[in-house]
């Protein structure tokens, strides 16, 4: 090799580097535009504004109303998926055969792309013959309105996203319960500790790690959805499932006001962004902790 | 009693799990093989002959529908893209990313870990954010509904989930092996190509696998970046279900033959799959 030999490793990511380049200039564009006037339709009133697209969507309760139905739809998603998926977990933990074949099916749904999952409950829940409409007019539940009511479209779409991703917490929460050590169950056992002790005071604890990483994956993700809301109800009835990137979306693509847009999606980088930063801290404490055994 | 009540609860956890999460894919397989009068009946039917026209209509690109003239269908031209982003993608990211990936654990260098975390947050950033003006500076470079624009952008996120899983399998590997088949006289490259990449070709493999589905299923590049004439299956099968007057068995067929790559290849990397969601956080 005739390259410097401190160089090597640059040359070696350089070409990994320069494609993602690519990508960080349109991110300081959309910064760029973020502080301008800019509507496609009304090119001469382009100009240098500073903050006034911050200050207009901050005044603007649809972007509070976005704020909230974003917060809403993370919240109950990360909740009833990071329930149901330990939940899940710990019915599979013991490796019986059933168990086996359950944890590989059960990973399908996070498999099938979010907006074709989308797309397959809209059949399921067609008001003309959707299957479950017709399992659900057995318990009364005769005519649900699903996404074509503003009050019910927020949870038939926290149906879709729970129904994609608590596999996802579920099969990280599954390794992590598999590879946990045996010895203090053991003890725990021979001390006659009661089930719910073991539970919360060995399981939860040695499972944490493995929790809070799935949870931050989830939650970026989670405040971030667009394939499945814009499959689904395109942030409608109304505005009533109108989240961040959806309504950036329809900013750009129906009003052509891509200032704003750029503003919101860079309102909607700083939670993120934020969200990371506390996240990645305690994740670090972790791995210290855990003397990277558990997370590498 | 107490052992009981529980078994019993057990079972009906296990019943209410198989139903929400595996009941839906198995009715949309067997929508597919429906006709739509079939589809359409109040009281869903279970007992019917099963027809392949749906997917015989897919495939030809045309369906004749009672009472109406032929209709066409160009569903085809969704899955062919589909194949091309993502074969394409994973290649491209195969290319970049395995030297990279290398260099990240095998070097210690100034900067590495930077340059390896900025990778990473790509993949956590608003993809709007970044799409919005490619799509002006591709407009305007021409590169707007180009397949070479696509898959650039898919880099975006094949890359991080290839670089954070192989850089790990990499750091497996002893680096002595590879210093003593350089001392054989061996160059960098015969030893990078030779040793490392055949021991790491497991972790490598289900990487490229777990990019080339994460590809299949992305939805927003395509949809922002792109015409339908070379928009993959995910755009085109929402295009389908809100075009009216699509049979329903073939919007079923449609979704079917959409998920069905993905759900094989996610068959094959079991057993990788949790240390490459996690992006390798936590192995498997």
Redesign the interface.
Known sequence: ?KINR?L???V??L???L??V??LI??F??VY?SLQRYNLKMPHMKGFIWFDNYVNIFTDPSFWNTIRVSLTYTFFTIIIELLLGL??AL?LAKRTW?NNV?G?????????????AS??????I?P??G?VN?VLSFIGLDGFTWASHPDTVLFTLIMVDV?VF???IM??LL??LR?LPRQPFEAAELDGVPEYYKFFRITLPMLFP?IL??SL?RL?ESI?Q??II??LSQGGPGESSMV??VS??LQ?FQYTN?GK??AM??V??AI?YFL?HVFVKQWHKLKIKTKGE??? | MKINIWSIL?FF??IA??M???F??A??FN?SFMTNDE??????VLFYEPTFKNYLGLWQGEIAIEGFATMYVYFKQNLINSAILSVGSVSVTL???V??A???A??K?KG?ED?AF??L??R??????????????FSEIGLYDSYFALI??Y??IT?PLL?WIVR?YFEDISPDIEYAYRLDGH??FQSFWRISIPLAKPGIAAASLLCF?YA?????FA??LGSSAIQP???G??AF?TASAIP?GL??CG?VV??LP??I???FI?KY??QG??L?????
Request: charged share 5%.
């Open positions: 090799m401190k090597f490793p640059y070696l990511t070409p990994a580097l494609v993602c690519g990508i349109p991110f564009t959309a535009y939940g899940i019915l059933l359950l590989v099916l059960l990973v399908l749904p996070l498999m099938i792309a979010p907006a074709l797309l397959i409950w809209r059949l399921l067609n003309n013959f299957v017709y129904w608590t596999p996802f099969i990280l390794a992590g590879s493995f990483t799935a994956f970026l971030q667009f394939d814009y499959a961040f990137q950036a979306y750009t891509i847009a750029a999606m860079v909607l980088w993120c990371c558990l997370l590498q | 057990k956890a296990y799990i198989i929400f999460f595996l839906p894919i009715w949309i929508m589809i359409l009946r109040k009281v869903p290319l970049l990313g030297p990279a290398y260099a990240f095998r070097y260098f590495g340059i900025t990778l947050s790509f956590f950033a608003p993809a709007l954010l970044i799409i919005l003006p490619l799509n002006l500076y650039w952008v880099q975006l890359l670089l790990g160059s960098w589905i299949w299923n992305n939805f927003v949809l922002i299956v995910t755009v099968a929402l279900i329903y919007i079923a979704i959409s998920v993905t759900l290849l996610a068959l079991q799959l949790v969601l996690s390798g956080a936590i192995k498997g």
